[in-house]
């Protein structure tokens, strides 16, 4: 069993910045990909952002340039840094654990990040 626990989330005006952690605890194992999935209301879980434990980053479109994962091993701690924060960005921000090829992956209780224009 992985636990991960979300915290940063807020209200901020378009143009500003936040950051999220995500700690993770538990029976984590070498090889895994942490990342960052939103979903507005009424959309899809979409992905953000992911970072595997060798420090390879995958961004979605939408945010490349304006949104920086990175994470600390010995910590279990993925970090989600966003600046120029639009209105669309407005969701509820879920950290991921997944080990690919086990077919194992657990989610956060989200945490949630309003945008005002």
């Known amino acids: 069993q992985v636990q991960l626990v979300e915290s940063g989330g807020g209200f901020v005006q378009a143009g500003g910045s936040l950051k999220l952690s995500c700690v993770a605890s538990?029976?984590?194992?070498?090889?895994?990909?942490m990342g960052w999935y939103r979903q507005a209301p009424g959309k899809q879980r979409e992905l953000v952002a992911t970072i595997t434990t060798s420090g390879s980053t995958n961004y979605a479109e939408s945010v490349k340039g304006r949104f920086t994962i990175s994470g600390d091993n010995g910590e279990n701690t993925v970090f989600l840094q966003m600046n120029n924060l639009k209105p669309e960005d407005t969701a509820v921000y879920y950290c991921?654990?997944?080990?690919?090829?086990?077919?194992?992956?657990?989610w956060g209780k989200g945490t949630l990040v309003t945008v005002s224009s």
């Open positions: 991921n654990y997944r080990r690919p090829g086990y077919g194992i992956y657990y």
């Open positions: 538990g029976s984590i194992a070498r090889g895994n990909v």
